[in-house]
């Protein structure tokens, strides 16, 4: 069974940075795509960035140039998004999650399998 386990969110002050961490299990398909997610309450659940099994990414506009995803050296079953000069608007639930399949731009959700329970990221002005 797969399972998504983030850590790392929480409250920091505009311009800051955070480290999100997505820690997948189970997961043994050589093709995947790897994604972070954020949802703010009353709107749909946005891709922020992802990954490959190539090491293909890609960002959303919003957050191009701040933010980076990756995984971890040495543990290619650990997420990373390394979130800076964070904004107000980047407030919400950031949730992490795998596909079977190739990364796509503007993907939605309905593209992923598996998803963690999400981590809470507030950025104060």
């Known amino acids: 069974q797969v399972q998504l386990e983030e850590s790392g969110g929480g409250s920091v002050q505009a311009g800051g940075s955070l480290k999100l961490s997505c820690r997948a299990s189970g997961y043994r398909y050589s093709r995947h795509c790897m994604a972070w997610f954020r949802q703010t309450p009353g709107k749909e659940r946005e891709e922020v960035a992802s990954?490959?099994?190539?090491?293909?990414?890609?960002y959303a506009d919003s957050v191009k140039g701040r933010f980076n995803i990756s995984k971890k050296p040495n543990d290619r079953d650990t997420l990373l998004l390394q979130m800076s000069s964070l904004k107000p608007e980047d407030s919400a639930m950031y949730y992490c999650?795998?596909?079977?399949?190739?990364?796509?731009?503007?993907?939605?959700?309905?593209?992923?399998?598996?998803w963690g329970q999400g981590t809470q990221v507030t950025v104060s002005t």
């Open positions: 990954i490959d099994s190539d090491g293909v990414t890609i």
């Open positions: 999650a795998v596909s079977h399949k190739y990364c796509e731009v503007r993907a939605s959700q309905d593209l992923y399998n598996y």
